[in-house]
């Protein structure tokens, strides 16, 4: 077939699936995608609604790899529009499959029907831009969501704004990495920034300051070349933010 349109649930349990010489664990709902991509001719697409993070996580990888071993390929991820499910908050992704191996993933927010439109002329004539609502090439892997590309977007932009300054991994400044079990309190050590796992609340360089329970924060006790006041203030910037969701 020319055009496959698979309309599949989210969501499913995993089961065990071969593809071709492949033997991957992966979501029901992949496992008929898998199916679906057999009826493509040479020079069909395929499209399907497939959970928001598309195939990130870690079978993800593995099941585009095995299908790409037998020459199916993602070529685009398209968002939705938000609250186009009327049953659930949950904001799916359609992707697009063909026997076609290109460059990279054609990456593209969806708003409404006219800009929609214009949206799959694009990725039709191969025309990518700078932005989302355009459609833009991703060509840095695994595609795992569009909250996490924007945020990655956002970082990028954000970090001219420090370009003069010597980046580091936060595992390349911590000397100790402390949480404690439900009920227990940590203890205060010098030169440490207590990060939080969840909820909105910030980093901060103060254990007395920490809202949360102690087991949903993260102890990190920091070299001495690096100031833990400094370094708490980073992750309460925009930047910092970022790299945190991200």
Request: glycine share 8%; charged share 20%; hydrophobic share 40%.
């Amino acid at each position: 077939y020319d055009f496959v349109v698979a309309d599949l649930p989210l969501g499913m349990p995993r089961k065990r699936l071969t593809i071709g010489s492949s033997s991957i664990n992966a979501r029901r709902n992949w496992v008929e995608l898998s199916k679906a991509l057999g009826l493509l001719s040479q020079s069909g697409l395929c499209l399907a609604i497939v959970e928001p993070h598309a195939f990130g996580g870690s079978e993800g990888p593995k099941f585009q790899k095995a299908l790409s071993e037998e020459g199916f390929y993602l070529n685009g991820v398209f968002n939705v529009p938000q609250k186009l499910m009327a049953t659930t908050s949950i904001r799916p992704v359609i992707v697009v499959f063909s026997r076609e191996e290109r460059a990279g993933v054609f990456v593209a927010e969806l708003q409404d029907e006219s800009q929609a439109s214009v949206v799959a002329q694009a990725f039709v004539r191969g025309v990518v831009s700078d932005f989302l609502h355009e459609g833009m090439l991703y060509d840095k892997g695994t595609f795992d969501g569009f909250e996490s590309l924007k945020s990655r977007l956002q970082i990028e932009r954000l970090e001219t704004q420090y370009k003069d300054y010597k980046s580091h991994f936060l595992g390349e400044l911590a000397v100790e990495l402390n949480t404690v079990r439900s009920g227990a309190l940590l203890e205060h050590k010098e030169n440490s920034i207590y990060v939080p796992m969840l909820g909105s609340s910030v980093v901060t360089d103060n254990l007395a300051a920490v809202t949360l329970k102690h087991h949903n924060i993260i102890q990190v006790v920091l070299r001495n070349e690096a100031n833990n006041q400094y370094v708490s203030a980073f992750f309460r910037s925009d930047l910092g933010m970022l790299i945190l969701r991200s």
